[in-house]
Each structure stands twice: as C-alpha cells, then as structure tokens.
C-alpha cells in the first residue's frame, strides 16, 4: 500500500496540534504524519507523545533543538520520508489555515490525475483567503505576481505551502541545494521542481487565517524572500537540471 505521508513543523503549537492529528486521521484516505517540532516551550512535542501511543506506526516525531526556520524543518522531513518509503509527501500548516480535507484533493491531482506537484492554491480562481487584513492579502498575491515574473513559472500562488509531492520529485532535486529558508523556500521548492520538467498543478483551496496560537509571520522573512528569489534566479543560470520525467504508477 502506498504510504502518504504529511509533514507538519510546529512551533507553539498547543492549541492545534491534537485536533489537527485526530482531523488528519479521520480521513477516509489513510494517511501518515510526521511532526517536526523545533523545542516549543508550550510543550507541543510532549502532546504528540502522547498520542503516539494511540496512533503507532501512523503519528511520527522528530524534535529539532530551536527554531531553526520553516525551510529546514521540511528539508529535514523530505529526508526522513525518502528514508521511510513515503510515496506521496505533503506540506500542511498546523493552525488549520489549510483545511486538512484539501489533503485527498491534492492527492488526487498527483495520483489519478497526473501532477507531479500539486499545489494547494489561493488564488488560482480569484483570491480565496478569510480573515486576512487586505494588506496582507495584497502583500502575498503581489509577491505571487514578483516571483511569476522573475521565474517565468505560471504559477498563480508561487508562496503556497500546502503542497504534495510525488516521490520522483524530492529524489530528483539535491535538498541539500536548496538555499532559501522562510517563505522563499516555498518558491524554490516550486522553481526547482518546474527546471527539471516535472508538472506542477494547481488544486483551488480556501485558505483561512490561524484562530489559535500566534502567527510566525515577520518582514524579514518577506525581505528574504524578495532578495533570495532574485539570487536563485541569477544562480539557475549557472546549474544544469537534468530534464527528468513523470513515474505514473
């Protein structure tokens, strides 16, 4: 059987996680998820503890020493799920700002549908996000606008970072490449993917800002992202990506 596996980096994350964990499983698709947890202080590790004892062999954890960036968190679990045989690899947030119902949809798009990468997006069909202040709605669909520009991918929503990744994918990109760590990961991710050919697909989701636990959202990581995606830019021009092709199974 084939083994989905959904990463989700934590970090203060008390309120969301068990709800999250217990919402992930009561999905008709089984699923595995991996939480990598960067030492929160609210103890959010110790409550994924507990419930591994009633989810053995589905709920998995990795504890990180501090809070090391968004991008390494998920670098560290594409590692671990190539080690373990995932087959299909998700990106989910923990505060429910990704509906985790959305998880069978972007499966859908990469197994029966033919995505290599199939990204949860928010602006694909119009611009669907609730409970954001419009400025930051601004801030991310102009943001989407810079990268399509500099990269020339045709990406609606190039920062989403609710994502499923075919295999093929994450054994095909050098993870220890990947430069950027905030929300310019995101587009590297999606930039790297696209170099080497593979199908990146688009799923409409409906994103909706965190109600509990504080957000990790600052201006340097939209000031890295600004700069970082430049200098991936520049640096593509110097790399060779081997044009790889889709294992439709």
Same mark, same amino acid.
């Given at each position: 059987?084939?083994?989905?596996?959904?990463?989700?980096?934590?970090?203060?994350?008390?309120?969301?996680?068990?709800?999250?964990?217990?919402?992930?499983?009561?999905?008709?698709?089984?699923?595995?998820?991996?939480? $990598?947890?960067?030492?929160?202080?609210?103890?959010?590790?110790?409550?994924?503890?507990?419930?591994?004892?009633?989810?053995?062999?589905?709920?998995?954890?990795?504890?990180?020493?501090?809070?090391?960036?968004?991008?390494?968190?998920?670098?560290?679990?594409?590692?671990?799920?190539?080690?373990?045989?995932?087959?299909?690899?998700?990106?989910?947030?923990?505060?429910?700002?990704?509906?985790?119902?959305?998880?069978?949809?972007?499966?859908?798009?990469?197994?029966?549908?033919?995505?290599?990468?199939?990204?949860?997006?928010?602006?694909?069909?119009?611009?669907?996000?609730?409970?954001?202040? $419009?400025?930051?709605?601004?801030?991310?669909?102009?943001?989407?606008?810079?990268?399509?520009?500099?990269?020339?991918?045709?990406?609606?929503?190039?920062?989403?970072?609710?994502?499923?990744?075919?295999?093929?994918?994450?054994?095909?990109?050098?993870?220890?490449?990947?430069?950027?760590?905030?929300?310019?990961?995101?587009?590297?991710?999606?930039?790297?993917?696209?170099?080497?050919?593979?199908?990146?697909?688009?799923?409409?989701?409906?994103?909706?800002?965190?109600?509990?636990?504080?957000?990790?959202?600052?201006?340097?990581?939209?000031?890295?992202?600004?700069?970082?995606?430049?200098?991936?830019?520049?640096?593509?021009?110097?790399?060779?990506?081997?044009?790889?092709?889709?294992?439709?199974?």
């Amino acid at each position: 059987m084939k083994v989905n596996l959904v990463i989700i980096p934590t970090y203060n994350e008390k309120e969301n996680i068990e709800r999250m964990i217990r919402k992930v499983f009561s999905l008709s698709t089984p699923f595995e998820i991996l939480v $990598l947890d960067d030492n929160s202080p609210d103890k959010t590790a110790e409550i994924v503890k507990k419930l591994q004892v009633e989810f053995k062999d589905k709920l998995h954890l990795l504890q990180r020493p501090g809070k090391l960036g968004l991008g390494t968190a998920y670098l560290t679990g594409f590692k671990w799920a190539l080690e373990h045989g995932a087959d299909y690899i998700f990106e989910m947030d923990c505060d429910f700002s990704h509906n985790p119902e959305d998880l069978e949809k972007l499966l859908k798009a990469c197994e029966e549908e033919g995505a290599d990468v199939a990204i949860g997006s928010r602006y694909i069909k119009g611009i669907n996000v609730i409970n954001w202040p $419009l400025g930051r709605v601004l801030m991310s669909y102009f943001a989407s606008v810079y990268v399509r520009m500099v990269t020339g991918m045709k990406v609606m929503d190039t920062t989403a970072g609710f994502k499923c990744f075919r295999r093929v994918v994450l054994e095909s990109i050098n993870l220890d490449d990947i430069r950027l760590k905030g929300y310019g990961f995101q587009v590297e991710m999606k930039f790297t993917a696209w170099k080497h050919g593979f199908t990146l697909t688009e799923v409409p989701i409906i994103f909706t800002d965190r109600q509990e636990g504080s957000s990790k959202m600052s201006g340097g990581i939209f000031n890295e992202a600004l700069w970082g995606i430049l200098k991936m830019k520049l640096r593509s021009w110097f790399k060779h990506y081997e044009p790889q092709k889709s294992k439709i199974s």
